[in-house]
């Protein structure tokens, strides 16, 4: 059989709800939609970490990111009642990335978009990657244009100005397709910028969904519901942050930066049809984290989904995921089993007709028998370790889902919850008073996964409640 192209796209800070056909009443999504009707549609797709360097380790290594060390977005630090703990600030050369693994294996291997993974030298080209388009140490576009050219990220060219970032690296992506070496297979690694903040868009598309909003009367509508304080300590003289809760999906700029998204994933997906790529190719799109729902102008309502971004909670790691594979995939298809990004690594080595790397652990499970028409995987439970406060109001937890039953250990007290994920999918009822034996189960679980992953647990800091210095850049676990 031959060796079928691999396309991943991976989208910044997309929620669970924000495609029409994952229920989104607001926002526009046509293409993803038709994505989704011509292959499979994931339920219970998991982001490996709450926030978005993590996750993107994770990919890379099939590892959790807590066996990498790098279990907080790159740059970031934040204590409270509990110290930082030190991570990472890079994906350390001796990962056998997935590129490389492919790479070695005869692939094209191409990076365009958001890195994230580290300064130079742990660049893309560092990391199996043949050619590297606009994948940098930025978490953002945060030049004073932002997803306007001149973008100033220092691995990609400044277009015209007013250039718009998510078109552009669409249009470095098709050339690439076009311009491939035929005789080999490629990875197509797209990781938009998109939709992270700042909120940019085309001004023709706001004027639009604020028109939609006025139709549908959402602009009369509060959306965001005040919460109470970031629990993470604040510099002096500095307010104290609050959670502000988005309770309806509104946000102009950022429906329209979804449609515009949209749109370009449709631009690239037209790409493989024109070339004659599409029966040969396997696209995965899914997205880092959830979506940023409490904070940062709270743009996205992730209902029914808990909290967003930053939290344990579902709408903090559960996320959208689409695959399509035609020969493999029945089209129109659902899969409600759970499944984690640390999947991606294996999928695509099984998927290839390669076996796995002796010299790189995996903790991730091919998830090709659920592509397959499968509807369960060969694992015990999905693990998650984030001993960080967020920007977005979360606190240090860790957490683990098995079957119907998610368990959260909060760091700062010890206190647990347990939520029947079946009957509660916004974990509204804790269960862990009267389900003991479930919480002892899941509990012993998640600590003899945290011991054997060697993941470090937050000290009492005894500067609260004020600032402590940061930790160095680079710091290592």
Request: hydrophobic letters at 35%; charged letters at 20%; proline letters at 8%.
């Amino acid at each position: 059989m031959t060796q079928p192209n691999f396309l991943l796209i991976l989208i910044d800070d997309m929620g669970w709800r924000d495609l029409t056909c994952y229920g989104s009443s607001f926002y526009e999504t046509p293409h993803l939609d038709r994505l989704a009707a011509q292959g499979m549609l994931f339920t219970q797709a998991y982001a490996s970490c709450t926030v978005c360097s993590p996750t993107r380790a994770s990919i890379m290594s099939g590892k959790y990111p807590a066996r990498v060390g790098i279990t907080q977005y790159i740059g970031g630090h934040n204590c409270g009642k509990l110290s930082d703990v030190p991570y990472l600030h890079y994906l350390p050369l001796e990962e056998v990335s997935l590129a490389t693994a492919l790479r070695e294996a005869g692939y094209q291997t191409w990076h365009v978009g958001k890195w994230h993974l580290g300064d130079e030298p742990f660049y893309p080209e560092h990391h199996g990657f043949d050619v590297n388009v606009g994948g940098c140490h930025m978490g953002c576009p945060w030049g004073k244009n932002g997803f306007f050219s001149p973008y100033q990220i220092p691995t990609l060219k400044d277009g015209p100005d007013g250039e718009y970032l998510t078109d552009r690296l669409t249009d470095e992506t098709i050339a690439l397709i076009k311009n491939r070496d035929r005789s080999k297979p490629f990875f197509l690694n797209l990781w938009h910028y998109a939709v992270h903040t700042p909120m940019h868009a085309p001004k023709a598309l706001i004027e639009k969904y604020e028109r939609k909003a006025a139709a549908l009367g959402l602009d009369k509508i509060d959306p965001i519901a005040v919460g109470e304080r970031i629990p993470k300590c604040y510099p002096e003289g500095r307010e104290p942050g609050t959670v502000r809760r988005r309770v309806v999906q509104s946000h102009a700029i950022y429906a329209a930066m979804m449609e515009n998204l949209d749109t370009n994933i449709g631009r690239v997906l037209a790409t493989l049809d024109e070339q004659g790529l599409t029966d040969n190719t396997m696209v995965l799109f899914t997205s880092d984290n959830g979506g940023l729902a409490t904070s940062e102008g709270s743009p996205t309502c992730n209902h029914p989904l808990a909290e967003g971004k930053g939290w344990s909670q579902e709408g903090g790691t559960r996320v959208c995921q689409i695959a399509r594979y035609p020969g493999i995939i029945p089209a129109g298809s659902r899969c409600d089993a759970a499944t984690t990004s640390t999947d991606f690594y294996p999928t695509f080595l099984e998927a290839a007709g390669l076996p796995l790397r002796p010299q790189q652990h995996c903790d991730g499970v091919s998830i090709m028998p659920l592509l397959r028409g499968g509807d369960s995987l060969d694992r015990e439970a999905i693990y998650w370790h984030y001993p960080h406060y967020s920007n977005q109001g979360g606190s240090p937890a860790g957490a683990v889902v098995s079957g119907k039953w998610k368990l959260i250990e909060h760091f700062e007290d010890n206190r647990l919850e347990l939520f029947d994920l079946q009957a509660d999918l916004s974990e509204t009822t804790n269960l862990a008073a009267t389900q003991p034996d479930v919480a002892k189960r899941l509990l012993k679980l998640l600590q003899d996964w945290r011991d054997d992953v060697r993941a470090k647990i937050p000290e009492p800091n005894p500067h609260y409640p004020r600032m402590v210095p940061k930790i160095p850049n680079n710091a290592h676990v």
